[in-house]
């Protein structure tokens, strides 16, 4: 079992009083930041103004900071690089808050859906950025000296060769291969170097451990991998994922999430998962909850759920500041079950975008898909919620379509749909209406599956 480290000079085992003590850090270093980012006057300062701030002076405490709107989500993010690039000829967005010539390293989103969005980093953003994966990779148990192995891919995204250079700065030499290499190629290139550690996406984990045989002749065991650790899609907190990276490879697995203005979370390496651990708490504030509704401040306490803000506490270039993130997250605070680390976990739950409403209760997909996931491998684990309206409101019961696992009898689908219906029922308080389909009769079209879908009735 792994231990995490603790890396605040925080002294107490209390949820309040560790909740408290965070708060003070967070307002401290908020004061400065406030201040920073009110001198940007083609983006922020306007925000400000909106938001009916005249002075940064009019922000005095933590919760008047939490009451204020969010400046930034994905769409308007876009906006702002669309501006800058027609006014200034860069496209750093005109929340960048430094001079250009100090935004020295760029990662990106995918732009799978648009325009690809920034992440623009200063050397100092870089340096905390290094910290705090740093503490992830120790809570992996990855040790200076090592070698790790980087099969993440390496163009632009976060994971990349932000990583990579993390890695690096941390002293765990990366064979850096990258996902554009290739199946065969990555297993080559393990078998060469002997890497302590596996940097990959679950997808990618699942892909090595069908074709190591006929690629190197011998299975991914073999290999001498001690640390498996994903991140990038859903997946690797997955129960059976993590049994199946267990069994293949003989390691440990780790999920993850993190590189974005500071942030950092990551799993144990027990079973469960327990939800992601947070090891950048001193450099952003990830979890100022909001209502997905009515966008008002929600207590932070174990327990919460509500959409998450994001905003780096001492970011440089293009930052976080109010950034809401869409994300919807269930907070544990105390002591993780899986490995005694005490502090905050999160879970992502769903996203605000995606949120239903069945009878005033609101319901996630991503929540629904955990449910069907415990019924693996009886269901092979796909679903789909189909609406006969645009979400969110349902009109009960909500239907769901799952499929029966490869090889389960269809007699015994009757059964294993009403026992989902009742699962439901106890974990999120309201019955679905369940049809059991053979195997492989929804359609895979990668990690990020569309879970609704809208037919006519
Ligand atoms: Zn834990």
Same mark, same amino acid.
């Given at each position: 079992m792994t231990q995490t480290l603790h890396y605040l000079n925080i002294d107490t085992r209390d949820p309040a009083e560790y909740l408290a003590a965070l708060d003070q850090l967070r307002w401290t270093k908020l004061q400065k930041q406030i201040r920073y980012v009110w $001198?940007?006057? /083609?983006?922020f300062r306007p925000r400000f103004l909106e938001a !009916?701030? @005249?002075?940064?002076? /009019?922000?005095?405490s933590l919760a008047d900071f939490r009451r204020l709107p969010a400046f930034l989500d994905k769409a308007r993010h876009r906006d702002s690089q669309d501006e800058s690039l027609r006014r200034y000829g860069h496209p750093l967005g005109l929340h960048l808050t430094t001079q250009p010539a100090n935004a020295i390293h760029l990662a990106a989103t995918s !732009? @799978? @859906? $648009?325009t690809p969005t920034f992440y623009v980093f200063s050397r100092k953003d870089l340096d905390i950025t290094y910290k705090v994966l740093g503490r992830m990779f120790k809570t992996a148990g990855i040790r200076p000296g090592d070698t790790t192995f980087h099969a993440f891919g390496l163009s632009l995204w976060l994971a990349g060769i932000t990583y990579v250079q993390a890695l690096e700065a941390y002293g765990a030499r990366p064979v850096a291969v990258g996902a554009e290499g290739g199946v065969p190629k990555i297993l080559r290139y393990i078998e060469l170097t002997h890497p302590r550690a596996l940097f990959a996406t679950p997808s990618m984990v699942n892909q090595l451990i069908e074709r190591a045989q006929g690629e190197i002749g011998k299975p991914v065991g073999a290999l001498g991998i001690e640390i498996v650790y994903v991140c990038g899609e859903p997946g690797g907190s997955q129960p059976v994922f993590r049994q199946r990276v267990r069994e293949h490879f003989g390691a440990q697995v780790f999920d993850s999430t993190g590189g974005a203005w500071h942030n950092g979370t990551i799993t144990c390496d027990s079973p469960d998962a327990h939800g992601m651990h947070h090891m950048g708490e001193d450099y952003c504030f990830r979890y100022d909850l909001v209502d997905p509704e009515t966008k008002a401040p929600l207590e932070i306490r174990d327990g919460a759920v509500g959409e998450a803000i994001h905003t780096g506490l001492e970011y440089e270039a293009s930052p976080a500041f109010r950034n809401a993130t869409g994300d919807i997250l269930r907070l544990h605070v105390g002591e993780c079950p899986g490995c005694g680390h005490f502090g905050v976990r999160m879970e992502i739950i769903g996203r605000a975008d995606d949120m239903l409403m069945i009878k005033g209760v609101k319901v996630y997909p991503v929540a629904l898909q955990k449910v069907v996931h415990q019924f693996q491998p009886r269901l092979s684990g796909e679903l789909r919620i189909r609406l006969d309206g645009p979400p969110p409101k349902v009109t009960p019961p909500l239907q769901l379509a799952v499929e029966a696992g490869e090889g389960a009898p269809e007699s015994e689908w009757p059964e294993l749909g009403k026992a989902l219906e009742q699962r439901v029922r106890e974990l999120l308080s309201f019955r679905p209406s369940v049809t059991v389909l053979p195997f492989g009769s929804l359609p895979r079209s990668g990690?990020? @599956?569309?879970?609704?879908e809208v037919v006519a009735p």
């Open positions: $001198g940007n006057e /083609d983006y !009916g701030v @005249t002075s940064p002076e /009019d922000i005095r !732009g @799978t @859906t $648009g990690a990020k @599956t569309r879970l609704i």
